[in-house]
């Protein structure tokens, strides 16, 4: 994940974020493709990848990530990485942008 974050700015608005699951984290594993790509299946719970024999499903979208990267910045100055990792889960699991309080800075 962080490599990705990394180079998000140059990445295209319509990319999709994959993932397995689980907590989210600058080790955790992301494949980015773009969401018309042809090795992307989609069944009954939506879209899917197989990498390596594993179902990959989407995280969020590039344009997500910006989103939510941007929310951080307009709350808080020179935040952490575990911050952003956390602003970025909890926008996967809630479909909301995280509040910053006095508490999330430490």
């Not at 989609?42 to 899917?48: R, Y």
């Not at 990959?56 to 575990?82: I, M």
Request: hydrophobic content about 45%; overall charge negative.
């Amino acid at each position: 994940m962080s490599r990705i974050l990394q180079r998000i700015d140059s990445a295209p608005w319509s990319h999709l974020l994959f993932w397995q699951g689980g907590a989210v984290t600058g080790e955790t594993p992301m494949v980015v493709l773009d969401a018309d790509d042809a090795e992307i299946a989609d069944d009954a719970v939506g879209p899917w990848i197989e990498v390596a024999g594993a179902v990959w499903r989407p995280f969020l979208g590039v344009d997500d990530v910006r989103s939510v990267r941007a929310n951080l910045d307009a709350q808080v100055e020179g935040y952490g990485a575990d911050l952003l990792y956390r602003a970025l889960g909890h926008y996967h699991d809630e479909d909301a942008f995280l509040r910053v309080d006095a508490a999330d800075l430490g």
